[in-house]
């Protein structure tokens, strides 16, 4: 993200111009935009002119409209950012109150306005204009027949290719068919990997499956990489890490990401770190259940204390419509912060942070045992019984 100018005042109040520059940065777009703010942005809109003959005329013009945002949409497929609301700045094409769609697209500038920009919103936009903050790591799981291709930035796990193919069974006797299918899967998963995976930004490839359907790939992709004389992957042959999957799913990613080999190859990248603090939570739940909690009562009365030690937090939070609600929120963070507790914000786009928002999106590790917030909801549980 590029950030060409930053104009807030002393009250919190302001606006940035931004221009997204890839899929990452229309996703930070989508979180710091939310509804009440002001947008502006080029847009196109349908112009009818009358002739003095009556005819009519439909043209289409490049124009810069202002709107007061009242609904946010995000496409990610396709990564545009819709936005629908009124528009509040006098224009030659469009009248003042009237409906317009405004989108936000890769590599066309817009102005963000808000009457106040919260500590969560300012982090976002350091993070999003950090150059550092890059895809990574990149993932393959698979199983026979079955292969995703996956990139994993910081706040995102964009699914970039998806391999499904019909593999004919071992026969007695006839095994040629099933390894001709093998092979054809092989081939499209390493073509899928030298079409999406850059290499010099990723610094690890996980391939990962159940058995040794890994093994198998590896072995045939560096065969066919001295035939070839492929380059790239001979270069880059060790950045690639087998791991142990249970199946070729999206969703085993959770599992992967968590085996301590990838947790320790991948220890300089964000979504290690949130992975990691979920599986601690976990264990603590387990283990010690008065030192771990979830939902946002328990987690604001742990905080009051100055208990919490380590906060795990959805950005699904930050976007709630219910501005009062996103401001309890970020008061959290923030006096979590303050007593020298680690926040982690989870996205809710990565597997870690879909599995967090199975748990309220908000949890907590305590510094200390707080047997009292056990007692307490223990009592809600029996006055609700009542």
Same mark, same amino acid.
């Given at each position: ?15 940035v111009?931004?221009v ?10 989508y979180?710091?935009i939310?509804?009440g ?5 080029? *847009?196109i809109? $349908? %112009?009818?002119?009358? @002739?003095?003959?009556?005819?009519t005329?439909s +043209?289409?013009?490049?124009? #810069?409209?202002?709107?007061?945002v ?14 629908k ?10 009248k003042?109150?009237?409906y ?6 890769q590599?066309?500038?817009? *102005?963000l306005? $808000? %009457?106040?920009?919260? @500590? ?6 350091? +993070?999003a204009?950090?150059? #550092?903050?890059?895809?990574?790591v ?7 027949g ?16 998806k ?28 073509q ?21 359907v890994?093994?198998q ?8 990489a001295?035939?070839?004389d ?14 142990h ?9 959770k ?6 080999a ?5 220890s ?14 976990y ?15 328990h ?18 939070l930050?976007r ?13 963070v ?10 982690k ?17 908000v ?24």
């Amino acid at each position: 993200m590029k950030l060409l100018n930053k104009n807030i005042d002393r009250d919190g109040g302001g606006s940035v111009v931004l221009v997204p520059e890839n899929p990452e940065d229309m996703w930070h777009a989508y979180n710091l935009i939310s509804e009440g703010d002001c947008v502006c942005g080029s *847009t196109i809109r $349908k %112009v009818q002119t009358e @002739s003095s003959t009556g005819s009519t005329n439909s +043209t289409r013009v490049r124009t #810069t409209l202002t709107i007061n945002v009242e609904n946010i949409d995000f496409d990610t497929q396709a990564c545009v950012l819709r936005l629908k609301g009124r528009n509040i700045v006098e224009n030659q094409y469009v009248k003042m109150g009237q409906y317009h769609t405004l989108d936000v697209e890769q590599n066309r500038k817009f *102005t963000l306005k $808000k %009457v106040k920009w919260d @500590s969560i919103a300012l982090e976002r936009i350091d +993070t999003a204009c950090d150059p #550092t903050q890059n895809a990574d790591v990149a993932a393959v799981v698979m199983q026979e027949g079955i292969a995703h291709i996956c990139l994993i930035t910081s706040n995102m796990t964009i699914v970039r290719a998806k391999i499904d193919q019909v593999i004919p069974r071992k026969r007695k006797g006839m095994t040629s068919q099933h390894e001709k299918g093998l092979n054809r899967f092989y081939e499209n998963i390493m073509q899928a990997i030298l079409r999406h995976v850059n290499f010099d930004i990723v610094k690890c490839v996980i391939v990962a499956s159940p058995g040794f359907v890994k093994d198998q790939f590896m072995e045939y992709m560096i065969q066919q990489a001295i035939k070839t004389d492929n380059k790239l992957l001979l270069e880059n042959r060790s950045k690639f890490m087998l791991v142990h999957a249970s199946s070729g799913f999206k969703h085993s990613l959770k599992e992967v990401l968590a085996d301590p080999a990838v947790v320790t190859r991948m220890s300089d990248t964000k979504a290690a770190g949130e992975v990691k603090a979920l599986e601690q939570f976990y264990t603590i739940l387990q283990t010690d259940p008065a030192r771990a909690f979830y939902g946002k009562k328990h987690c604001l009365a742990a905080a009051a204390a100055q208990a919490v030690e380590t906060l795990l937090i959805s950005d699904k939070l930050f976007r709630c419509h219910d501005i009062a609600e996103r401001k309890e929120y970020v008061e959290l963070v923030e006096s979590v912060r303050e007593s020298n507790g680690d926040v982690k914000i989870f996205s809710s786009m990565h597997v870690s942070g879909e599995q967090l928002e199975q748990l309220t999106g908000v949890a907590a590790i305590l510094r200390f045992p707080m047997p009292e917030l056990e007692d307490e909801s223990d009592g809600d549980d029996s006055s609700e019984e009542d």
